[in-house]
């Protein structure tokens, strides 16, 4: 019994398979019982005690299939110390390889968490934000555009999956504020809601109340503003404010943790009442708690289809839509595309960080052949050592990814260097719980993708083999070879991108837009501020603009509902020609103008004349057209005093309405809102004397070009502060800096672009310096034998340069050709992109030549350093 239980602990001691298990206690039954009838019991008893004994076994068994599930805990906890002990003991790799993963792993963690801030992450102070919805008209691109109030108001009253409905305004509007004390308008930033908006949201007020629908005229302030513009006197709730010239009384304050849906930044919230001429808002609502998403969203539609029934509009038809709640609201999907834009192109470089961190495990693995061969000699399997190897590189790629996390700090605060908006924004750039769970998910995926290969041939190592003929044997430079060729490939890919966005940006820069903004500055201006001034809205605007010009500094200034060049426009129907009835109708752009505009920008008048002081109200009615509806109305014909068809959408009826008007004059086309997309956007200008459509000329800009490099600014401030104190300026910007804003995600794309592109170059020359040194190391012998052969040193010096260059070249046709794809690509999206550029491609393929040659220098000079006779004697 003493030697059966001795086998007994030796056959638990040793690993084994089950069905090996299972073989030797039927064996040791069968002893068993020959030894008890040995003993002299009977057969069945004998079966009975050795069924007892084995009992014991099989409760040995099972302890035994217990204790193996420990043992991969214990060989985690072994391998993470080891792996970490190595790590220390090399400080040198450990940085190296840290820093390169850190750059590619930071910059995705840096892009996610805009993102997350636009998409996932919910406002503060907002009770429950999976239970909202976004609310708009479906657009093609799966985005929702804004709705009338009065749409709003029927959603609410038939809505009965959603528990609570509420609307803003499109976005926070510069407003005046007279102040009780010294009688002078301020500036602030405020936003219209519904007296639903804070109880749908779940929000409280830190001070006071928050709208409660009793009265139309209430304001809650924004914590933040009313710390610094109040001073934080709790006194301030119950005054009465008086705001764009009404009055309105302050119920409290806001949430400190508060401050609206988006992204925009704003000093109050005013309620909303039907008399504010709120013809588009942003909606949102609250899902029921026994209702799902979808099921809301399903009958949010059917109520667009209910209202398009009932006011017959077939030809335009309400198709509402709900989306999950977020900041981006119905930009939902254009906020995921760039994103997605940007995450590509800095995983680039996250790829090529991972290529040249396998290549370096790749080395590593060589030099410690002779560490896994005597562990193999020892016993352990081959699926043992990969799961050391593999726990390693988790251990570095965590550690890259923690790094990782500081380096997306560090470049989210590069975000304040893009051009300033119209109107102040925040982003709360959180590294919250979910920017964590990505870094770190992303570090691990990343070493399991990079490191398994790594592993498996570091497992490989043959310990006869090896213990005899030693690392030389174990040779893995072909195959960190071709990982750094696959760096060169995406270093060439991400500079020829940098440099062909680059050259986007040049072309929209120095293409002819058809108008010159040098020396222009726009000033808006919003009416709504005064009740006064919107009595008699054409007779403040001629005074203003005649003031304006008489400036010493003004050349000449005029009017414009939308100067171009920036990120706005209107849309107002369509146009067709009055005497062709064969000719298409369009959609064009609209604007209305003032006498003078068209000098102002130098926006030539091609055919016919400029608006003059005769083009007022009860004269004929007339348009000027660009040149781009001239010739697709009336081809080969002169358009000058043709009629024009204009349909027009009617936003306060809701109804199209057709006016018949003259053209008087043709225009030269000019570029559309984004500068880069080639297109002349046709137009249609209206004289502004002729204007009578209800709120289009609240909100006007004055257009000046001015002498010299002097601001607008203080002037036109005190043009309006004299001809009514209520008006404030809501903006004054060059239009160059409006024509950068145009341009911002270009700008971004071709700063993300050339950053990376400069650190892939730097993780090429690492991984050429890497695999060249390497490849000196493993030839070092042969070198000696040449050099003592009396082989000239520049030839060995020239063997070696000649390993990296291959490298190189092996790495720039497959990288050309990656960027000759991805230069057809986004051709597509992009005016001005050369599908394939020569002197660009050239460019980049001699860079990367040179940034091999150089890298390749320092271990070729090594190779023929010191006495050769030194080398012959190494193993």
């Not at 024509?739 to 700008?747: D, E, F, N």
């Not at 050099?787 to 520049?794: D, E, M, Q, T």
Request: proline share 4%.
């Amino acid at each position: 019994m003493r030697r059966f239980a001795e086998r007994l602990l030796n056959l638990l001691r040793v690993r084994r398979p089950e069905q090996e298990l299972a073989r030797e206690i039927e064996a040791h039954r069968a002893l068993l019982q020959e030894a008890y009838e040995a003993r002299g019991m009977t057969p069945h008893d004998a079966r009975r005690a050795a069924a007892v004994a084995i009992g014991g076994v099989e409760q040995a068994k099972e302890l035994h299939r217990q204790a193996r599930s420990f043992l991969w805990l214990e060989d985690l906890r072994q391998d993470v110390v080891h792996g970490l002990r190595l790590l220390r003991r090399n400080p040198l790799f450990t940085v190296t390889a840290a820093a390169s993963l850190a750059i590619g792993i930071g910059a995705n963690t840096a892009i996610f968490s805009v993102a997350n801030s636009l998409l996932f992450r919910p406002p503060a102070a907002v009770v429950d934000s999976d239970a909202l919805v976004d609310i708009g008209a479906a657009r093609g691109d799966g985005g929702l555009n804004p709705i009338s109030y009065s749409t709003y108001l029927e959603i609410a009253r038939r809505t009965t999956s959603l528990s609570g409905v509420m609307a803003q305004s499109l976005s926070p509007h510069v407003m005046s504020l007279l102040a009780s004390d010294t009688g002078v308008a301020e500036r602030i930033v405020g936003q219209y809601a519904t007296v639903s908006f804070f109880t749908v949201l779940g929000s409280p007020a830190a001070r006071g109340r928050v709208f409660d629908g009793n009265d139309r005229h209430e304001a809650v302030l924004d914590y933040d503003y009313w710390r610094r513009r109040f001073n934080g006197d709790d006194g301030v709730v119950g005054q009465v404010l008086r705001i764009n010239g009404r009055a309105f009384t302050v119920v409290g304050v806001a949430d400190a943790r508060f401050h609206g849906t988006g992204i925009h930044t704003r000093d109050i919230w005013l309620a909303i009442s039907p008399d504010d001429g709120a013809s588009s808002v942003v909606v949102s609502g609250r899902v029921r708690p026994d209702v799902s998403i979808g099921t809301a969203a399903a009958e949010v539609g059917a109520i667009g289809d209910a209202i398009s029934l009932e006011r017959g509009e077939s030809q335009r038809p309400l198709r509402l839509s709900a989306l999950p709640f977020s900041r981006a609201g119905g930009n939902r999907n254009i906020v995921i595309g760039f994103a997605a834009v940007l995450m590509v192109l800095v995983s680039i470089v996250l790829v090529a960080a991972c290529s040249n961190v396998a290549g370096i495990l790749l080395t590593r693995s060589t030099a410690r052949a002779r560490e896994m061969a005597v562990r193999t000699a020892l016993g352990a399997s081959r699926s043992r050592l990969v799961r050391q190897l593999l726990t390693e590189t988790v251990l570095l790629y965590l550690v890259g990814g923690i790094v990782g996390i500081a380096v997306a700090r560090v470049l989210l605060t590069l975000v304040s260097l893009l051009p300033a908006l119209p109107t102040p924004v925040t982003v709360p750039l959180v590294l919250d719980g979910r920017v964590m769970i990505f870094a770190l998910s992303l570090s691990l995926c990343a070493a399991l993708a990079f490191g398994v290969l790594p592993a498996f041939k570091g497992a490989r190592a043959d310990a006869g083999t090896t213990m005899k003929e030693g690392i030389r044997s174990s040779s893995r430079t072909r195959l960190r070879g071709a990982f750094v060729s696959a760096q060169i490939a995406l270093s060439i890919l991400l500079v020829v991108l940098a440099a062909l966005f680059v050259r986007v940006l040049r072309y929209a820069g120095g293409s002819d837009v058809g108008f010159d903004p040098r020396g222009v500055e726009i000033a808006a201006v919003d009416l709504s501020m005064s009740v006064n001034a919107q009595s008699a809205p054409q007779m403040l605007w001629r005074n203003a603009v005649e003031r304006v010009r008489a400036l010493p500094a003004i050349e000449m200034a005029s009017l414009a509902r939308v100067p171009p060049g920036g990120l706005e426009g209107i849309g107002m129907g369509g146009v067709a020609a009055g005497d062709r009835p064969d000719a298409p109708e369009l959609s064009p752009g609209w604007n209305i103008v003032d006498t003078g505009y068209f000098a102002t920008l130098r926006i030539p008048v091609v055919q016919g004349r400029d608006f003059t002081a005769d083009d007022r109200v009860g004269a004929p009615p007339v348009v000027i057209v660009s040149g781009a509806i001239a010739r697709r109305l009336w081809s080969g014909q002169d358009a000058v005093g043709k009629p024009l068809i204009l349909a027009i959408f009617n936003a306060a009826i809701r109804r199209m309405e057709r006016r018949v008007v003259t053209v008087v004059g043709v225009v030269g086309d000019i570029k559309s809102s984004s500068l880069v997309d080639g297109l002349a956007e046709p137009y249609v200008y209206l004289p502004m004397a002729q204007a009578q459509y209800t709120g289009m000329l609240n909100e006007m800009s004055i257009v000046a070009r001015r002498r010299g490099n002097t601001t607008l600014e203080s002037q036109v401030g005190a043009i309006l502060r004299d001809l009514d104190p209520a008006l404030v300026l809501a903006r004054t910007e060059s239009l160059s800096e409006a024509m950068a804003l145009g341009l911002a995600p270009q700008r971004v794309l071709a700063v993300v672009a050339a950053g990376m592109g400069l650190v892939s170059l730097l993780l090429a020359a690492m991984g050429i310096y890497g695999v060249t040194a390497y490849f000196v190391a493993l030839r070092r012998r042969e070198f000696g034998i040449r050099l003592a052969l009396g082989a000239p040193r520049v030839r060995v010096i020239s063997m070696v340069i000649g390993q990296g260059m291959w490298l190189v070249a092996a790495g720039a046709v497959i990288g050309l050709a990656l960027a000759i794809g991805a230069g057809r690509v986004l051709a597509v999206f992009f005016y001005g992109l050369p599908a394939m550029h020569g002197p660009t491609l050239l460019g980049s393929a001699l860079l990367l030549g040179g940034v091999g040659a150089l890298a390749s220098i320092i271990p070729a000079v090594h190779a023929v350093r010191g006495d050769w006779r030194l080398a012959l004697q190494e193993e």
